[in-house]
């Protein structure tokens, strides 16, 4: 009796080892999913359509005077959160890559929009939201044309 037991045991062991070897692994099915803590999405809607993109968020002092400078690409856009609606102002001092920045107010509503150019040596020209704007939206130069982003537009943080 006492040797049919190790044999069943041994039997259960080998049983175990050859089926965890030819069972798939979990991965092996499965995408792994990796989210980026630091970028969040936001909502931009129109008239007729609906964007949904990632984004950098900047909403430090520090973060927000960075921006996207020595940047030679842009993955995603960067959302610039200030602490109160003013008319905001940027530049693109040490910026390599062409940008359109789009202002919103504090309820999410389009207010402007402009393409700015890399500036590398002072003085580099001033872009203004033209009233007070809580949230700017800078992205690839040409992004906001060709998706159409203009008055009527909304952007909504998730």
Known sequence: MKKIVILLAALFLIAGIWWQRSAPSPSANMQEVVIDPSLRTIVLTGPERQLSIAVELADTPEERAHGLMERTALANGMLFIFDIPAVQTFWMKNTLIPLDIAFFDADGLFISSTRMEPCTESPCAVYSSGAPALY?????????????VDRGWKMKIL
């Open 136 to 148: 700017a939206l800078e992205m690839p130069a040409g992004f906001l044309k060709q998706m159409g």
